[in-house]
C-alpha cells in the first residue's frame, strides 16, 4: 500500500495533519468509519495559467483548506472538517522512516516489523468478528499487480493479472469464465471502497454485461440458458499473469545479464512469490477468504454464550432475592405458608431455567441455518476496521515494539546527515563528494 501525503510535503507534518489513506472516524458520528481520499494541495494545476482538474460531475477537484475527503464504507464520498476527524489506523511499509506525532521535530525511527488485526463482517449473517490476526487471512488472488515473484535468477514485478472465475447459478449450474472483468462480468453490488486485492470474491453476486457472457463461457455443469443472467462467485483463480523483470541474480564480469529474460506473459505455476509483507495491505473494504479450520459459527456463539450466561445469573440472582410475583402479592396471599413459597418459587425458577435453555438452543440453531454458508469451503468476509502496530528502530540506537501506527506520522523529505543504526554508508572523499576516485572506507 503506497503511502502518499499531501501536496505540500518538504515540512515535517503537524501531528494533527491527515494523511492519504488514513483510516479515520468522524467524531459525530462513530459508527461512520472511512478513508482519505483527498487532501488541500492534491489538486495540480494544468498550466501555469491555475487551470484546475475537474471531476466527472463538473466540480472542482480541489479541497478548501481545513477539509478533506473521505470515502465511506456504507455512504457517500463527503468533504469533511478535519476536526471533526479522529484517526484509527495508518498504514506503513518496511523501511519507512517515521516520527513520533508528539514530538515531530525530534528524532526519526525507521519501520522494522509490522503486524496488523482486523475486524471482520461476516457477509450472510451480519455478524461482526474482531481482533483478526491478518496473517491467518488469505487473499482470494494470489497474485495481484505490484507483486514481487522470482522465475529461476530473474525478479520481476506483475504489472497485470488474469483470473478465470467460476460462477454457480440456482440449482447448480456453473461454468468457468476465462480472463474475466469487470466491464464484461459485472457485480450487481459493488461499494464505493474498491478491493485493491481482487474485483471479484466467493459469494459475490454477478451479472453478464450481455448475454454471450455465460453463453461463451465453458460449463462445467448444466447448459447455458438465456434465464440464467445472475450467479454467484464460487472460486477466483489467477489464469495467467503479465510480469515486468527488473533483474537476474547471474551477471557477467562485465555487469551485463547472462541470460535473456523470461517471457513477460506466465502461469502461476512458474514463479515463486515473494510474500513476506503481504499481510500488511489490507484495508477497509477489502474481502479476505477466512483462515483455514476457521468457525465463525463458534466465534460469534461463544460471545453470545457469555452474554445468556450473564443474564441467567441475573435473573438466578432475582428469584433468590424474593423479587419473584409470590412476593410481589404477599398482601394477597397471607395465609400461604412459608413452604408452600418455597415450593413455588422453585418451580417457578426450574421453569425460568427450562425457558432460558429453549431459547438459547432455538438461537444457536437459528444462527447455524444463518451461518451455514460460512462454514463450508471458502468464503470471504468485509473489513471493517484495520489495527497497525510497528516495531521502530530509533537514531539513537533504542526500540520501541508494538507502536499503533496511528500515533507516528512519517518523514518524506531527509536531510544529507540523517542517518540509523545498522545504515550502510560511506566515506566522503578528499572532495567532499566522494567522487575523487580514491577507495573509500564502508
Known amino acids: 500500500m503506497e503511502m502518499l501525503v499531501g501536496h505540500v510535503s518538504c515540512q515535517k507534518p503537524h501531528p494533527t495533519q ?8 468522524k467524531i459525530s458520528n462513530p459508527e461512520q468509519i472511512g478513508i482519505v481520499s483527498k487532501l488541500p494541495g492534491d489538486s495540480i494545476s494544468t ?21 478533506a475527503r473521505i470515502v465511506w464504507l456504507k455512504s ?50 451480519g455478524n461482526v468478528v474482531q481482533g483478526i490476526d491478518s496473517r491467518r487471512l488469505r487473499r482470494v488472488r494470489t497474485y495481484m499487480p505490484g507483486d514481487f515473484v522470482v522465475h529461476g535468477n530473474w525478479l520481476g514485478r506483475i504489472e497485470e493479472v ?34 485493491n486485492n481482487s474485483p471479484y470474491y466467493p459469494g459475490q453476486r454477478v451479472r453478464g454485461a450481455s448475454p454471450g457472457v455465460f453463453k461463451l463461457a465453458k460449463w462445467l455443469r448444466g447448459t447455458w440458458k438465456a434465464t440464467r443472467t445472475e450467479g454467484i462467485v464460487g472460486n477466483v483463480e489467477v489464469g495467467s499473469v503479465l510480469v515486468y523483470w527488473i533483474t537476474s ?77 409470590i412476593d ?33 438452543k432455538a438461537l444457536k440453531k437459528e444462527r447455524r441455518i444463518a451461518m451455514k454458508r460460512e462454514r463450508g469451503g471458502e468464503h470471504a468476509a468485509l473489513v471493517l476496521k484495520t489495527k497497525t502496530k510497528v516495531d521502530v528502530l530509533w537514531q539513537d540506537g533504542t526500540k520501541s515494539c508494538g507502536l499503533e501506527a496511528s500515533s507516528l506520522i512519517p518523514v ?29 572506507r564502508v
Open 18 to 25: 491527515l494523511i492519504r489513506e488514513d483510516l479515520v472516524q
Open 76 to 125: 457517500q464520498e463527503t468533504n469533511e472538517d478535519m476536526k471533526d476527524l479522529q484517526v484509527l489506523d495508518r498504514s506503513f511499509m518496511l523501511g519507512d522512516v517515521v516520527a513520533p506525532c508528539a514530538n515531530p521535530v525530534g528524532q526519526t525511527g525507521i519501520v522494522m516489523e509490522i503486524s496488523m488485526a482486523v475486524d471482520l463482517e461476516l457477509p450472510s449473517s
Open 162 to 195: 488474469m483470473d478465470n472465475v467460476t460462477v454457480v447459478f440456482e440449482g447448480g449450474a456453473k461454468c468457468k469464465i476465462f480472463r474475466a472483468d469487470t466491464e464484461r462480468l459485472i457485480p450487481v453490488q459493488s461499494g464505493l471502497i474498491d478491493d
Open 249 to 325: 541474480a547471474i551477471t557477467s564480469s562485465s555487469g551485463i545479464q547472462s541470460s535473456s529474460a523470461p517471457a513477460m506473459l506466465q502461469k502461476p505455476c512458474a514463479l515463486f512469490p515473494l510474500m513476506y509483507i503481504s499481510h500488511t495491505n489490507w484495508q477497509l473494504g477489502d474481502w479476505p477468504l477466512l483462515p483455514h479450520g476457521f468457525d465463525a459459527i463458534d466465534q460469534t456463539l461463544s460471545i453470545s454464550d457469555e452474554g445468556n450466561k450473564s443474564e441467567q445469573q441475573s435473573l438466578d440472582h432475582k428469584l433468590a432475592g424474593h423479587s419473584s410475583p
Open 47 to 67: 498550466s501555469n495559467l491555475g487551470l484546475i482538474n475537474e471531476d466527472v460531475d463538473g466540480e472542482q477537484n480541489c479541497i478548501p483548506p481545513g477539509q
Open 412 to 440: 518524506e523529505c531527509l536531510g544529507d546527515h540523517e542517518f540509523w543504526p545498522e545504515q550502510y554508508v560511506l566515506e566522503r572523499g578528499l572532495d567532499g563528494e566522494g567522487n575523487d576516485h580514491v577507495e573509500c
Open 328 to 360: 410481589c402479592e404477599k398482601d394477597q396471599e397471607s395465609s400461604t405458608s412459608s413452604l408452600d413459597k418455597e415450593v413455588i418459587v422453585g418451580t417457578l425458577i426450574t421453569h425460568k431455567v427450562k425457558q432460558s435453555k429453549q431459547q438459547k
